[in-house]
Nanobody, 127 residues
Framework: QVQLVESGGGLVQAGGSLRLSCTAS????????MGWFRQALGKEREFVAA????????TYADSVKGRFTISRDNAKNTVFLRMDSLKPDDTAIYYC????????????????????WGQGTQVTVSS
């Protein structure tokens, strides 16, 4: 059983930056591709970014491409989401998720592929 704990959320003005962290325990972190998703009030949970097991491959939602950067440190069992040029539309609860996979390039944008989820961290961007 893998436990995921997110941190780094908060209140920021539009145009500002935040860095989210997600630390895993209870499993072999390098066996999982990792993803970030978000859910705004009244909306479906949506894909933000994903990273392969080694960190070599990444994928982004079009809405965050060029503004957000996903990375990971397997020695620290942690995945990061650097968010720059934040907009009010980025306001949501952000969740990290882990997908156990044998695929070295796997980084799914589908919620159904992920096996474990964190509790989420709130990000609020004021205009």
């Amino acid at each position: 059983q893998v436990q995921l704990v997110e941190s780094g959320g908060g209140l920021v003005q539009a145009g500002g930056s935040l860095r989210l962290s997600c630390t895993a325990s209870g499993g072999t972190f390098s066996s999982y591709s990792m993803g970030w998703f978000r859910q705004a009030l009244g909306k479906e949970r949506e894909f933000v970014a994903a990273i392969s097991r080694s960190g070599q491959f990444v994928t982004y939602a079009d809405s965050v491409k060029g503004r957000f950067t996903i990375s990971r440190d397997n020695a620290k069992n942690t995945v990061f989401l650097r968010m720059d040029s934040l907009k009010p539309d980025d306001t949501a609860i952000y969740y990290c998720a882990a997908d156990w996979t044998l695929g070295l390039a796997t980084r799914s944008s589908s919620r159904e592929e992920y096996d474990y989820w964190g509790q989420g961290t709130q990000v609020t961007v004021s205009s």
